[in-house]
């Protein structure tokens, strides 16, 4: 089992950038899909974008595509978000998911394994 643990999030005016972190702890991190997902105030969870094993395969939610990059790191045992060209409706409380095994399509339901506590993203117009 690994744990998880986000930074990276705070405040900046529409069309600016942050980067999200994810940090994780336990022996197994690299065998693990991880995603990114984010949950707006009086909305649903939402996935935002998922990476594999390897960093090799991404896959992004279309309403972040082309704008968000999802990496990973397994030497530093970490996981990134890059957010660019940030709109208002980007706000949200961003999480970092993962899966300890190969199931993608679980892993954009929500499914996951492991859960990080959450990192505010504030983007003002």
């Known amino acids: 089992q690994v744990q998880l643990v986000e930074s990276g999030g705070g405040l900046v005016q529409a069309g600016g950038s942050l980067r999200l972190s994810c940090a994780a702890s336990g022996r197994t991190f690299s065998n693990y899909i991880m995603g990114w997902f984010r949950q707006a105030p009086g909305k649903e969870r939402e996935f935002v974008a998922a990476?594999?094993?390897?960093?090799?395969?991404?896959y992004y939610a279309d309403s972040v595509k082309g704008r968000f990059t999802i990496s990973r790191d397994n030497a530093k045992k970490m996981v990134y978000l890059q957010m660019n060209s940030l709109k208002p409706e980007d706000t949200a409380v961003y999480y970092c998911a993962g899966r300890s095994d190969s199931s993608f399509s679980e892993l954009f339901r929500g499914e996951a394994d492991a859960w990080g506590q959450g990192t505010q993203v504030t983007v003002s117009s």
């Open positions: 990476i594999n094993w390897g960093g090799g395969s991404t």
